[in-house]
């Protein structure tokens, strides 16, 4: 399959994604997926929202995936590759694994150094050296080179054996799929890219701007921002992009009319593309206000500790998402740096995170022989993570 982009419908993808359906429609059953569910209905924006149900998941990960997107391909497709990115992450038998401590590891290779993935507090003067870790082979986008990564960064959930530890809580960041590896592996970084700039936010309130909804001439985002404003959910766009050049943008939703605070959503999007970084958040929005109106799947804390604070209080707790800002930007003030080739993307990407001082982007290839389908699992060290696990706050927003 070519490297070429040929879809350009609110993503950039190799194939449609009505195409990525029909190639990989008859392997859900080898990834445990029991059904493929269209939950649009469930929410009166009428955005298009898919959950994929795998029952078999390994204890400590979730068991109903969502996808979504602009069209009902769109999420569908979403929601069946999430659902093999889950299958693929967990670990397998066939998998080649070293347990060795940090000291030991350097007689077998180059490997990332554990306390470059921002561990948690607790580590931060401890001697980990003498700690049994388990070990993969990942390679590194930069140098071509394979290091050896602590299995704790690549599998979810993680599972292990008693002889050794783990040094984190196990998280899907940079967990991603595609028609391709390399397709795979830049939404990976895309990914990453979108946690480190969140998190630099939740850390900093810097890198923070709101888009003037005004300003926006796509009509696509503008036929999708008014399926919530015309039912009474008001849209607040924010540029959140750091000092890595790749647009990150964040949406959330008030719900003015249920007023429940479970519905206080927020997205978030990534891409060289601004206009699919703002419909990635959009999307995710509608997403995440579907599943906490379906309520099966197994992550809503989050929603459940809202609606106990209640409406008006969750609203000042989250204030930067929910008040108008004085100072806005024009949503053509964001550069548009995509091409028509995932190479070309990529090589964009990589530059940009050279650039700004990171060493290494790390990748193992997760795709599993009996699927056929590209996993991959991206790791670059020293990005930020803390928006999904508060324990593991780095140093690299010291810099922004």
Do not use: C
């Not at 990989?24 to 009428?46: C, S, Y």
């Not at 204030?319 to 004085?326: H, L, N, S, T, V």
């Amino acid at each position: 399959m070519t490297e070429k982009l040929t879809y350009f419908e609110g993503t950039h993808r190799v194939i449609a994604p009505k195409k990525t359906i029909e190639i990989n429609e008859n392997k859900l059953r080898i990834a445990g997926i029991t059904r493929i569910a269209d939950i649009t209905d469930l929410d009166r924006i009428g955005m298009p929202v898919f959950t994929a149900i795998r029952p078999t998941a390994e204890d400590g990960a979730i068991s109903i995936y969502g996808g979504k997107g602009i069209s009902k391909d769109h999420a569908k497709a979403s929601a069946m590759m999430e659902g093999f990115e889950r299958y693929s992450a967990e670990k397998q038998e066939a998998d080649e694994t070293l347990i060795a401590t940090t000291s030991a590891i350097t007689q077998k290779g180059k490997y990332a150094n554990p306390k470059t993935l921002n561990l948690p507090q607790k580590y931060e003067k401890e001697d980990i050296s003498k700690i049994p870790l388990e070990w993969n082979i990942a390679t590194d986008l930069i140098s071509g080179e394979e290091y050896y990564v602590p299995s704790n960064a690549v599998f979810h959930p993680y599972n292990h054996e008693n002889n050794v530890q783990s040094l984190f809580k196990s998280n899907t960041n940079g967990l991603a799929s595609g028609n391709i590896l390399d397709e795979a592996i830049l939404h990976g970084i895309f990914e990453v890219i979108e946690r480190d700039a969140w998190s630099i936010f939740e850390l900093t309130h810097k890198n923070y701007s709101q888009i003037k909804l005004d300003s926006i001439e796509s009509e696509l985002i503008n036929t999708i921002i008014n399926k919530f404003e015309s039912n009474g959910i008001k849209i607040k766009l924010m540029d959140f992009t750091a000092d890595i050049k790749i647009p990150t943008i964040a949406a959330s939703a008030d719900d003015t009319i249920t007023k429940d605070a479970g519905l206080l959503t927020l997205g978030m999007g990534t891409h060289l593309d601004p206009e699919v970084a703002v419909l990635r958040a959009l999307t995710e929005v509608a997403q995440s206000r579907a599943t906490q109106i379906n309520g099966a799947r197994e992550d809503t804390v989050r929603a459940d500790f809202a609606r106990e604070a209640g409406y008006e209080r969750m609203k000042r707790i989250n204030k930067y998402y929910f008040r108008e800002e004085e100072k806005q930007i024009n949503f053509q003030d964001i550069e548009n740096k995509s091409t028509t080739s995932i190479n070309a993307d990529l090589d964009i990407v990589k530059k940009e995170l050279i650039a700004n001082d990171i060493k290494q982007i790390l990748y193992t290839n997760l795709t599993r022989p009996e699927l056929n389908v590209s996993v991959v699992r991206v790791i670059i060290p020293e990005m930020e993570i803390y928006a999904l696990d508060p324990t593991r706050a780095g140093y690299r927003f010291l810099r922004v």
